[in-house]
């Protein structure tokens, strides 16, 4: 079945420590795209890259880190500067990101601070 | 960035009642997607809709692009419609960058 994959489901981070979150698709789509949800708000840009080694900064990039060295993947790293980082991480991807494309979303990663 | 608000933000409906969700955004669009986001976490892309009006079994939607605003009609709803369901758009300058509504709440009790 195609489709977007991410793990953990849940995941703890300590104070001052890098987590990363992964995201996996085989839509053989070149868009992907990382969301922030906190509870009852809607989602917000992290980032995104329409491209294999390219990736641009979306709202609120600051704190996170991303890389993207193949197509079919797109880790997102919630760095110790995120000071703030309890949040439901939504990784998402579009055939080419161009105007007239549906976004498809993977099942999400919760991320709490111990 | 484009704003989007959606109505109402909570709504409780007995099973088997209808129901209409409102967008409402702030700039011309070329692209308009609803999405449900069930109580798990998993967000399904209902419709993409920029204008005009689609149906998909108990749902529909309409946008009117001219007044700025997307309407999503249930009904006969089921338990299983529980959840929230959010309408996003693109920035007209950069197609990857959608703004998304706070969302509307659904709870439909058996």
């Known amino acids: 079945d195609g489709g977007i994959t991410q793990s953990p489901k849940y995941l703890f981070r300590k104070e001052g420590q890098n987590v990363t979150l992964s995201c996996e698709q085989n839509?053989?789509?070149?868009?992907m795209y990382w969301y922030r949800q906190d509870p009852g708000q809607g989602l917000r840009l992290i980032y995104y890259?329409?491209?294999?080694?390219?990736?641009q900064k979306g709202d609120i990039a600051e704190g996170y880190s991303v890389s993207r060295e193949k197509k079919e993947s797109f880790p997102l790293t919630v760095t110790s500067a995120q000071k703030n980082p309890t949040a439901f991480y939504l990784c998402?991807?579009?055939?080419?990101?161009?105007?007239?494309?549906?976004?498809?979303f993977g099942s999400g990663t919760q991320l709490s601070v111990l | 960035g484009i704003q989007v608000e959606q109505s109402p933000p909570d709504l409780i409906l007995q099973e088997g009642a209808n129901s209409t969700l409102r967008c409402n955004f702030s700039?011309?669009?070329?692209?308009l997607q609803w999405f449900h986001q069930n109580p798990w976490g998993q967000l399904i892309n209902l419709f993409y809709?920029?204008?005009g009006t689609k149906q998909n079994g108990r749902l529909s939607a309409t946008t009117v692009a001219t007044e700025r605003y997307s309407l999503l009609y249930i009904s006969s709803s089921q338990t299983t419609d529980s959840g929230v369901y959010f309408c996003?758009?693109?920035?007209?300058?950069?197609?990857?960058?959608?703004?998304f509504g706070s969302g509307t709440k659904l709870n439909v009790k058996p």
């Open positions: 890259s329409q491209i294999v080694n390219d990736f």
């Open positions: 809709i920029p204008s």
């Open positions: 839509l053989n789509h070149d868009a």
């Open positions: 996003a758009v693109p920035s007209s300058y950069n197609f990857n960058k959608f703004s």
């Open positions: 998402a991807s579009s055939i080419a990101g161009q105007v007239n494309e549906k976004l498809f």
């Open positions: 700039d011309s669009v070329n692209n």
